[in-house]
Protein backbone atom coordinates (compact mmCIF):
# COMPACT_ATOMS: atom_id res chain seq x y z
CA UNK A 1 0.00 0.00 0.00
CA UNK A 2 2.41 2.32 0.70
CA UNK A 3 4.56 1.81 -2.01
CA UNK A 4 1.60 2.27 -4.28
CA UNK A 5 0.78 5.58 -2.39
CA UNK A 6 4.66 6.48 -3.48
CA UNK A 7 4.31 5.78 -7.18
CA UNK A 8 0.63 7.87 -7.16
CA UNK A 9 2.97 10.45 -5.82
CA UNK A 10 5.61 9.95 -8.28
CA UNK A 11 3.13 10.33 -11.34
CA UNK A 12 1.35 13.19 -9.66
CA UNK A 13 4.90 15.53 -9.54
CA UNK A 14 5.50 14.62 -13.31
CA UNK A 15 2.20 15.88 -14.37
CA UNK A 16 2.71 18.88 -12.42
CA UNK A 17 5.97 19.91 -13.46
CA UNK A 18 5.17 19.35 -17.10
CA UNK A 19 1.75 21.50 -16.99
CA UNK A 20 4.26 24.26 -15.64
CA UNK A 21 6.17 23.72 -18.46
CA UNK A 22 3.50 23.99 -20.68
CA UNK A 23 2.60 27.24 -18.97
CA UNK A 24 5.98 28.78 -19.54
CA UNK A 25 5.51 28.42 -23.24
CA UNK A 26 2.35 29.64 -23.42
CA UNK A 27 3.41 32.74 -21.92
CA UNK A 28 7.07 33.11 -24.13
CA UNK A 29 5.85 32.47 -27.26
CA UNK A 30 4.01 35.42 -29.48
CA UNK A 31 1.66 33.90 -31.94
CA UNK A 32 2.05 35.34 -35.69
CA UNK A 33 -0.62 37.10 -37.38
CA UNK A 34 -1.07 35.21 -41.03
CA UNK A 35 -2.23 38.24 -43.68
CA UNK A 36 -4.62 37.39 -46.10
CA UNK A 37 -2.85 37.21 -49.53
CA UNK A 38 -6.18 38.64 -50.90
CA UNK A 39 -5.36 42.20 -49.18
CA UNK A 40 -3.23 44.54 -51.61
CA UNK A 41 -0.48 46.59 -50.87
CA UNK A 42 -2.84 49.55 -50.39
CA UNK A 43 -5.37 48.40 -47.79
CA UNK A 44 -2.35 48.04 -45.71
CA UNK A 45 -2.31 51.33 -43.80
CA UNK A 46 1.66 51.85 -43.62
CA UNK A 47 3.07 55.07 -41.88
CA UNK A 48 6.48 56.46 -43.52
CA UNK A 49 8.02 59.64 -42.92
CA UNK A 50 8.42 61.86 -46.11
CA UNK A 51 10.86 61.63 -47.94
CA UNK A 52 13.96 64.43 -48.38
CA UNK A 53 15.62 65.76 -51.32
CA UNK A 54 18.64 67.20 -50.18
CA UNK A 55 18.78 70.94 -51.09
CA UNK A 56 22.00 72.32 -53.16
CA UNK A 57 23.05 75.25 -55.18
CA UNK A 58 22.11 73.47 -58.08
CA UNK A 59 19.15 72.05 -56.86
CA UNK A 60 17.91 75.24 -55.04
CA UNK A 61 15.65 77.60 -56.77
CA UNK A 62 14.00 74.79 -58.92
CA UNK A 63 13.25 72.79 -55.61
CA UNK A 64 12.30 75.75 -53.44
CA UNK A 65 10.19 76.92 -56.56
CA UNK A 66 7.80 73.65 -56.54
CA UNK A 67 7.67 74.05 -53.15
CA UNK A 68 6.25 77.51 -52.85
CA UNK A 69 3.84 76.43 -55.49
CA UNK A 70 2.56 73.57 -53.48
CA UNK A 71 3.07 75.05 -49.99
CA UNK A 72 1.38 78.54 -49.97
CA UNK A 73 1.25 78.94 -46.20
CA UNK A 74 2.46 82.53 -44.94
CA UNK A 75 1.86 82.49 -41.27
CA UNK A 76 4.26 81.10 -38.52
CA UNK A 77 4.24 80.80 -35.14
CA UNK A 78 7.30 80.75 -32.77
CA UNK A 79 7.54 79.67 -29.01
CA UNK A 80 9.69 80.33 -26.93
CA UNK A 81 9.88 80.41 -22.78
CA UNK A 82 9.47 84.30 -22.35
CA UNK A 83 6.28 84.12 -24.75
CA UNK A 84 5.01 83.55 -28.72
CA UNK A 85 5.88 85.57 -32.06
CA UNK A 86 3.90 85.20 -34.61
CA UNK A 87 5.54 86.21 -38.62
CA UNK A 88 3.79 86.74 -41.79
CA UNK A 89 6.33 85.68 -44.56
CA UNK A 90 6.02 88.16 -47.61
CA UNK A 91 4.59 86.64 -51.42
CA UNK A 92 7.54 88.66 -53.23
CA UNK A 93 10.32 86.85 -51.90
CA UNK A 94 9.50 83.44 -53.00
CA UNK A 95 12.65 81.12 -52.38
CA UNK A 96 12.80 82.36 -48.81
CA UNK A 97 9.26 81.98 -48.10
CA UNK A 98 9.60 78.55 -49.44
CA UNK A 99 13.08 77.66 -47.46
CA UNK A 100 11.41 78.94 -43.90
CA UNK A 101 8.42 76.92 -44.78
CA UNK A 102 10.19 73.87 -45.71
CA UNK A 103 12.23 74.09 -42.40
CA UNK A 104 9.42 74.80 -40.26
CA UNK A 105 7.19 72.07 -41.80
CA UNK A 106 10.53 69.20 -41.51
CA UNK A 107 10.73 70.55 -37.43
CA UNK A 108 14.40 72.11 -38.21
CA UNK A 109 14.00 75.24 -35.74
CA UNK A 110 12.48 73.08 -33.36
CA UNK A 111 15.23 73.00 -29.97
CA UNK A 112 17.55 75.70 -32.05
CA UNK A 113 17.82 79.16 -29.92
CA UNK A 114 18.10 82.57 -30.67
CA UNK A 115 21.94 82.36 -30.25
CA UNK A 116 22.78 86.04 -30.97
CA UNK A 117 21.40 89.15 -29.09
CA UNK A 118 21.80 92.69 -29.54
CA UNK A 119 19.74 95.05 -27.58
CA UNK A 120 17.66 97.89 -29.69
CA UNK A 121 19.36 95.84 -32.53
CA UNK A 122 18.68 92.38 -33.82
CA UNK A 123 18.41 89.10 -32.34
CA UNK A 124 19.30 86.28 -34.46
CA UNK A 125 17.60 82.49 -34.10
CA UNK A 126 18.14 79.36 -36.01
CA UNK A 127 21.57 77.81 -34.37
CA UNK A 128 22.96 75.82 -31.57
CA UNK A 129 25.32 74.13 -29.99
CA UNK A 130 23.44 70.89 -30.17
CA UNK A 131 24.72 67.87 -32.29
CA UNK A 132 21.15 67.34 -33.49
CA UNK A 133 21.21 70.95 -35.47
CA UNK A 134 24.01 69.76 -37.43
CA UNK A 135 22.50 66.30 -38.57
CA UNK A 136 19.12 68.24 -39.68
CA UNK A 137 21.13 70.77 -41.98
CA UNK A 138 23.38 67.42 -42.80
CA UNK A 139 20.19 65.60 -43.86
CA UNK A 140 18.29 68.43 -45.60
CA UNK A 141 21.37 70.27 -47.36
CA UNK A 142 24.16 71.67 -45.80
CA UNK A 143 26.00 73.24 -48.35
CA UNK A 144 23.55 75.63 -50.20
CA UNK A 145 22.44 79.51 -49.93
CA UNK A 146 19.32 81.09 -51.18
CA UNK A 147 19.66 83.59 -53.57
CA UNK A 148 19.38 87.15 -52.63
CA UNK A 149 15.96 88.90 -53.18
CA UNK A 150 16.19 92.06 -51.91
CA UNK A 151 12.98 93.91 -52.09
CA UNK A 152 12.26 95.37 -48.73
CA UNK A 153 13.98 98.11 -46.07
CA UNK A 154 14.58 97.06 -42.69
CA UNK A 155 11.57 98.09 -40.08
CA UNK A 156 10.62 97.53 -36.96
CA UNK A 157 10.32 93.69 -36.38
CA UNK A 158 11.55 93.20 -40.24
CA UNK A 159 12.62 89.42 -40.59
CA UNK A 160 15.80 89.02 -42.45
CA UNK A 161 18.01 86.28 -44.00
CA UNK A 162 21.68 86.40 -42.10
CA UNK A 163 24.42 86.03 -44.39
CA UNK A 164 27.52 84.89 -44.91
CA UNK A 165 30.26 86.92 -45.68
CA UNK A 166 32.89 84.60 -46.66
CA UNK A 167 33.22 84.31 -50.71
CA UNK A 168 28.98 86.10 -51.03
CA UNK A 169 29.65 89.15 -53.61
CA UNK A 170 25.97 87.78 -54.40
CA UNK A 171 24.59 89.39 -50.89
CA UNK A 172 22.90 85.21 -50.98
CA UNK A 173 21.37 84.50 -47.46
CA UNK A 174 22.34 81.34 -45.09
CA UNK A 175 18.90 79.37 -45.16
CA UNK A 176 19.09 78.27 -41.53
CA UNK A 177 19.55 81.52 -39.95
CA UNK A 178 17.47 84.75 -39.66
CA UNK A 179 17.19 88.09 -37.59
CA UNK A 180 14.64 89.99 -35.94
CA UNK A 181 15.37 93.61 -36.87
CA UNK A 182 14.76 95.94 -33.95
CA UNK A 183 16.90 98.47 -34.09
CA UNK A 184 16.58 102.39 -35.20
CA UNK A 185 16.87 104.29 -38.57
CA UNK A 186 20.83 104.68 -38.01
CA UNK A 187 21.59 101.51 -37.31
CA UNK A 188 20.46 99.96 -40.35
CA UNK A 189 22.12 101.49 -43.26
CA UNK A 190 24.51 98.58 -43.51
CA UNK A 191 21.31 96.28 -43.71
CA UNK A 192 19.40 97.87 -46.03
CA UNK A 193 20.51 96.43 -50.00
CA UNK A 194 22.82 94.11 -48.56
CA UNK A 195 20.25 91.28 -46.84
CA UNK A 196 16.93 89.98 -47.61
CA UNK A 197 14.18 90.60 -45.70
CA UNK A 198 11.45 88.36 -46.25
CA UNK A 199 8.85 88.05 -43.20
CA UNK A 200 7.59 90.62 -40.54
CA UNK A 201 6.22 90.13 -36.73
CA UNK A 202 2.70 90.35 -36.56
CA UNK A 203 2.09 89.86 -32.70
CA UNK A 204 5.01 89.53 -29.81
CA UNK A 205 7.47 92.56 -30.24
CA UNK A 206 7.42 92.13 -26.86
CA UNK A 207 8.67 88.36 -26.70
CA UNK A 208 11.03 90.36 -28.79
CA UNK A 209 12.63 92.97 -26.62
CA UNK A 210 12.64 90.73 -23.42
CA UNK A 211 15.16 88.17 -25.82
CA UNK A 212 16.96 91.58 -26.96
CA UNK A 213 17.74 92.21 -23.66
CA UNK A 214 18.63 89.20 -22.09
CA UNK A 215 22.30 88.95 -20.34
CA UNK A 216 24.44 87.78 -22.79
CA UNK A 217 28.21 86.43 -22.91
CA UNK A 218 30.94 88.25 -25.16
CA UNK A 219 30.16 86.52 -27.95
CA UNK A 220 26.25 87.75 -27.69
CA UNK A 221 25.13 84.52 -27.09
CA UNK A 222 22.29 84.24 -23.93
CA UNK A 223 23.53 83.29 -20.66
CA UNK A 224 20.43 81.66 -21.07
CA UNK A 225 19.32 79.47 -24.30
CA UNK A 226 15.96 80.74 -25.80
CA UNK A 227 14.94 77.42 -27.70
CA UNK A 228 12.69 77.50 -30.49
CA UNK A 229 9.51 76.06 -31.66
CA UNK A 230 7.99 76.50 -34.58
CA UNK A 231 4.95 75.93 -36.35
CA UNK A 232 3.06 76.74 -39.69
CA UNK A 233 -0.42 78.50 -38.73
CA UNK A 234 -1.67 79.03 -42.26
Given at each position: ?????Y???YF?I??S???T?K??QV?T???T????AS???????????????KI?ND?V?????????ANT????????RL?E???E???DT????A?FIY????????????H??V?KF????G????????Q???EL???YL???E????HV???????K??R????????PY?F???L?K??S??H??GSYTV??K??E??Q???????L?A?????P?Q?V??K?E???
Open positions: MRKLLLTCALLCEDKSESDIPKEIDITQTEIEIEKKPDIITNISFLTDYGNETKVKITTGINILFNPLHRNLVKHDYFNETFFRVPIIQANSDLPATNKRFGDDLPAIKHKYGSISGAEYENPDKKSHEFIFGPVKRLDFGVTGMVVEKIANDDEGEWMNYIAVIN
